[in-house]
């Protein structure tokens, strides 16, 4: 006798069909592509890369020196600013430079004193740490610790400027920043290096003659009359003032442009500020190597 078909046979029956279809072999994994690993760009690529860099920034460079220069010639600078920049950076810079330049006089003499004693030059002395000191050493120590000190800090200023929109802000209200910002900040700090090398150049001459005093027995009439006698003339003078005047304007330029250009917000101010000072560090290095070919 045959059972009659109900609901649950039904559902038997769809349950085992599912079953069997359930028996198939599994589709296969479908292969995800793979992200490409990044190569290491061959040492041609980094070469080129960083020549386009240096072009730029020397290119930025070169634009931002002839729109402050047309502000310059055209008298649309800030007085206010200038002045409040020149104390900031002259004046506060005084007490690194004095002692930069005290040391740098001791340290001539201090070079120069084994030969000296030899040959028994005294005379010479004042000849001897007043060459090297204020046609070289006086300009490019007191352009280092300026870069340290200013440049670094106006690159900082500029760079934290821009990434708040402080820039920005001044062009809303129709105030252009390079009259108001820029060329104050690139007439000061020329001014200010110009200023401190002469300083730096009396301080170390200075310093120079009161360590030959104390050292070797010169006194310090002996010492001037070595750099008077003669073989010292005013070119040597302007030879390290054209210096310290070259290399103002490459500091000036070089840390506004850095600031300028700041992205990427905290940490873009950060490598804009080491860039600045190393940057600097070397075009100092660069041009004194041309200038002195030029002057000599």
Known sequence: MTSPAGPGTAARAHGGGALASSGAPPAPPVKRPRAPIAQEPSGVHQLGGSF?????????????????AARVATLRVDGAEFM???YRMGVKSMPIVVVTALFTGAIMVIQAAPLVERFGAHGLLGWGAGFGTLREIAPLLTALMINGRVGANNTAELGTMVVTEQIDALRVLAIDPVSFLIAPR????????????????????????????LLLGVAPAVFYNGLTSGLLDI????????????????????????????????????????????????????LDYFVSFTLD
Do not use: E, H, W
């Open 235 to 286: 070119g040597d003078v302007m030879s390290g003032l054209v210096k310290s005047v070259v290399f103002g304007v490459v500091l000036a330029l070089s840390s506004c442009q850095y600031g300028l250009g700041v992205t990427g917000g905290a940490p873009g101010v950060g490598r804009a500020v080491n860039a600045t000072v190393v940057a600097s560090a070397a075009g100092i290095f660069i």
């Open 186 to 213: 690139f007439l000061a700090m020329v001014l200010t290096l110009l200023l401190s090398v002469i300083f730096a150049d009396a301080l170390a001459l200075l310093g120079a003659a009161l360590t030959g005093d």
């Open 84 to 86: 409040r920049n020149l």
């Open 52 to 68: 386009l860099q240096i072009a730029a920034t020397v290119g930025g460079m070169a634009v931002l020196a002839g729109k402050i």
